[in-house]
């Protein structure tokens, strides 16, 4: 399987002038796209419990997370954020580092919410 590049050979174009504004525009976009996503997805969810009988509604306002579940939501969070970053990133990182800059921290966020606390692996 071949990977799309993150980074076109052409120029990107600029829509504003104020440096930054662009990029800030296509964040909140990818935020509003993944927002809406999970919203739907949430609301069908719901909807297809309530037709099979189940509240789910009420026990997903009352659900805490596990300690684990804590730490998997957070992993999760970092990496939509890192998401969510890559088009300030992309100005600071050259070329192909762009994909491997990524792909290392995508890895390093797996590795330790993969790995045990006592493992002598987390630890290096």
Avoid: N
Wanted: glycine share 4%.
């Amino acid at each position: 399987m071949s990977r799309i590049p993150l980074q076109s050979d052409g120029k990107r174009p600029r829509f504003f002038a104020e440096s930054g504004t662009d990029e800030t525009i296509s964040m909140l976009l990818e935020l509003m796209s993944e927002l809406w996503t999970v919203k739907e997805r949430l609301y069908a969810l719901e909807r297809a419990a309530e037709e099979a009988g189940l509240d789910l509604t009420s026990r997903i306002e009352a659900w805490q997370p596990s300690d684990s579940q804590s730490a998997e939501l957070d992993d999760s969070r970092q990496q939509m954020i890192a998401s969510v970053l890559r088009s300030l990133e992309a100005r600071h990182v050259r070329g192909a580092h762009l994909r491997q800059a990524l792909d290392e921290d995508a890895k390093r966020a797996m590795d330790a919410a993969c790995l045990p606390e006592e493992s002598p692996v987390r630890a290096a």
